[in-house]
């Protein structure tokens, strides 16, 4: 069955970067997108950006083009994100989901990573 | 991309029905049938409940239904249960082939 593991929570300080990782497992890591969400603490849920395994190809929110960038490797089955310049608003958990090509929906969801950041 | 447009909460009575509104814009929720609702319960993922506007994936109670209108999409559960009790997000594709999330609706069960 499809597996989502990501990476453990991390704390960091005002201006830093952070880097969570989301291994898959249970499908065919090429056959399908990687997605990001956040969510902030009492918060919705905030669509942060997409990778397509196969090809690299990346679109992003525009909220966060400049500061997101989502990678792949495909000798671990692994996607990571990377944002910068962090503040206390990006104090979120931050979830990975797999999408099977152009059905648009989030079948499967990791079970999320918090990050903190505080001075 | 402004978040699609929930009431921040929706309340019932056991057995009754509810609804929950999604007002998106033209250049997502009244442009695309990619419509689709999750339910978060504190602490847990989200979880997909319905697809495609009105689809339910396997597993998915029959009381959950969904259908859109212009710009707003809805949600609806009917003979409301106390396992109901959640927040639901409605998402939406858009035209810029990004994603947009509702601000989220909590539902309360009287």
């Known amino acids: 069955q499809v597996q989502l593991v990501q990476s453990a929570a991390e704390v960091k300080k005002p201006g830093a970067s952070v880097t969570i990782s989301c291994k898959v497992s249970?499908?065919?890591?090429?056959?399908?997108?990687v997605h990001w969400m956040r969510q902030a603490p009492g918060q919705g849920l905030e669509w942060m950006g997409v990778?397509?395994?196969?090809?690299?190809?990346?679109v992003y929110a525009q909220k966060f083009q400049g500061r997101v960038i989502v990678t792949r490797d495909t000798s671990t089955a692994t996607v990571y994100m990377d944002l910068t310049s962090l503040t206390p608003e990006d104090t979120a958990v931050y979830y990975c989901?797999?999408?099977?090509?152009?059905?648009?929906?989030?079948?499967?969801w990791g079970q999320g990573t918090l990050v903190s950041v505080s001075s | 991309q402004s978040a699609l447009t929930q009431p921040a909460s929706v309340s019932g009575s056991p057995g009754q029905s509810i609804t929950i509104s999604c007002t998106g814009a033209?250049?997502?929720?009244?442009?695309?049938?990619?419509i689709s609702w999750y339910r978060q319960d504190p602490g847990k993922a989200p979880k997909l409940i319905i697809y495609?506007?009105?689809k339910r994936p396997s597993g998915v109670s029959y009381r959950f239904s969904g259908s859109k209108s212009g710009n707003t999409a809805s949600l609806t559960i009917s003979g409301l249960q106390a396992e109901d009790e959640a927040d639901y997000y409605c998402?939406?594709?858009?035209?810029?082939?990004?994603?947009?999330f509702g601000i989220g609706t909590k539902v309360t069960v009287l």
């Open positions: 989901a797999p999408e099977r090509p152009k059905t648009y929906v989030f079948d499967f």
């Open positions: 249970g499908y065919t890591f090429t056959d399908y997108y």
């Open positions: 990778i397509n395994p196969r090809g690299d190809k990346t």
């Open positions: 033209s250049n997502d929720v009244g442009s695309y049938n990619r």
């Open positions: 495609e506007v009105n």
């Open positions: 998402c939406s594709f858009t035209n810029t082939y990004t994603y947009v």
